[in-house]
């Protein structure tokens, strides 16, 4: 066998080429950078093997007395010009990949297919020896006649282009075309596909995107507008709304603080007022988690500050209820409790104010009650690596101190008023006998409880730091 490549190097090209488009297959796209490798090495011991047997891809075949290893030497020559346009677009490929990433996929192809087109005719005045200038006579006027049949499909091509061009989008960019919103996920050739919110493909023709009014909620940073808008009572006095709304836009940790989000007056009419927070987020799926959290935030502040969202129909001769019993109403621990256990509960609640800053319970303390924040805004705080972090922020209705309740024990967390405060407080020696006989609250409060402290454990935990990879390409470019 070994004999017969050394004494036949026209069947070692044969092989080197057969070699290439196996490892080619063979080698997973993680080591890219290999097939990069061993397609190069390849290419050079093919035209090594080519010239050093007197075949140059620059003049005719020889043999021309002997046609089939005139033909085999002619295929191997034209194979050699296709072999080197393909090695060369894989390596500006692999360049422009590191250089613009997958936004540069058109430009790429089309440089690909610039390098073949140039391979072909080369191949045909060099090797076939035919005369280029009829070849390009002929080749113009049949890519007239195939663009006016591909005007449509042309129009899209060339549409695309510039809009990887112009950049006005890019991969995984948050944009709208027209009205559709979604998630680029490709640019190809004739269309851009979005993945949209609700999970679904829309195919847009690139020829449609380039007329069109393009919205990008991914420039010029990573922020993404979110609002929400809050009909209340014509009854309710602005001033107190416009707080209520400003303590549930504080309460929100998500929205970011610069651009610093507002609470402005959208509308005014006799039949009510409607208010409106807004404010950016950084990830577009924040969004809908953080729509969620606004409104239910400002329902239980403006609640708490007595003021209610707009209904068809008021009723002005609603039962008015103390704010210790509509808090106990509205708590997920305690509203499974009777209406005279409730009345009870509320006359041993104590109203405790916090300043903006102050510590209402500080991290490894054991409390003996138990509070319930009435209004305002509560920081809870970590420690983390030895720095302090902000892991969440509460509001009306949630409550303070249920580990020191249930357990004796206390949470890792700092809890601090980031507003000023009013907070109902309840002492372990009342609460204690209504847990031990109401199984129900204290298994919700014990739930709750583990959930803190498992959220604690897992916010505080250190994660491995993932060492980054180096490969070839990156070798090569500290190198340059």
């Known amino acids: 066998m070994l004999s017969l490549l050394t004494e036949h190097p026209l069947f070692s090209a044969l092989i080197l080429i057969l070699l290439d488009l196996g490892l080619w297959r063979l080698i997973s796209s993680r080591g890219s950078e290999w097939k990069l490798l061993v397609r190069v090495l390849i290419f050079a011991l093919f035209s090594i093997v080519l010239f050093n047997e ?43 990949m590191q250089r613009v990433g997958h936004t540069g996929r058109l430009l790429q192809d089309l440089l690909g297919a610039v390098i073949f087109l140039i391979a072909i005719i080369a191949a045909l005045a060099y090797v076939l020896d035919l005369p280029v200038k009829g070849v390009l006579a ?17 129009s ?35 269309a851009t596909r979005l993945q949209t919110s609700q999970g679904s493909m829309a195919v847009i023709p690139n020829s449609l995107a380039a007329k069109a009014k393009i919205i990008n909620f991914s420039r010029p940073s990573n922020m993404f507008g979110v609002s929400v808008s809050v009909p209340v009572s014509p009854r309710a006095r602005p001033s107190s709304v416009i707080e209520a709304l400003e303590r ?7 929205l970011l603080d610069t651009p610093a989000p507002s609470v402005s007056l959208k509308s005014s009419a006799s039949g009510g007022a409607e208010y409106e927070i807004s404010g950016f987020v950084a990830s577009m799926g924040e969004k809908r988690v953080v729509r969620n959290q ?3 935030l400002a329902y239980r502040h403006l609640q708490a500050s007595g003021v209610n969202l707009l209904s068809s129909n008021e009723t002005s001769a609603a039962p008015q209820l103390s704010r210790p019993r509509a808090l106990l109403e509205s708590s997920p621990i305690f509203s499974t409790l009777r209406e005279e256990e409730k009345d009870t509960f509320s006359q041993n609640m104590t109203l405790q104010t916090f300043r903006a800053g102050e510590t209402i319970l500080a991290g490894g303390e054991v409390s003996d009650h138990l509070f319930i924040i009435e209004s305002g805004v509560v920081s809870v705080t970590l420690k983390r ?20 309740i249930l357990s004796d024990t206390a949470l890792p967390a700092d809890f601090s008023a980031k507003t000023f405060c009013a907070l109902y407080r309840i002492e372990k020696s009342y609460l204690k ?48």
Request: some cysteine; overall charge negative.
């Open 54 to 96: 007197g075949l140059n891809p620059m003049e005719p075949a020889p043999w021309a007395d002997n046609v089939p290893l005139h033909l085999a030497a002619t295929g191997l020559q034209i194979g050699w010009w296709l072999f080197g346009a393909r090695t060369l677009t894989v390596l500006i490929g692999a360049v422009m």
């Open 138 to 154: 002929t080749s113009g006027a049949l890519a007239i006649i195939v663009g006016l049949a591909l005007q449509s499909t042309l």
């Open 156 to 190: 899209d091509v060339f549409s695309g282009i510039v809009l990887n061009t112009t950049k006005p989008y890019q991969l995984d960019d948050w944009i709208s075309i027209d009205g559709t919103e979604g998630r680029v996920t490709d640019i190809d050739w004739r």
């Open 248 to 254: 549930a836009m504080q309460g929100c940790r998500q």
């Open 294 to 296: 606004l409104f239910d």
């Open 385 to 404: 690596h030895g720095a302090p972090l902000e892991s969440g922020r509460m509001g009306p209705g949630e409550v303070i101190g249920e580990a020191g």
């Open 433 to 480: 006998p209504c847990l031990d006989a109401r199984h129900d609250i204290h298994d919700a409060m014990q739930a709750l409880l583990d959930f803190r402290l498992h959220k604690a454990q897992s916010l505080t935990e250190e994660t491995p730091v993932v060492a980054p990879k180096r490969g070839f390409l990156q070798w090569l470019r500290n190198r340059v």
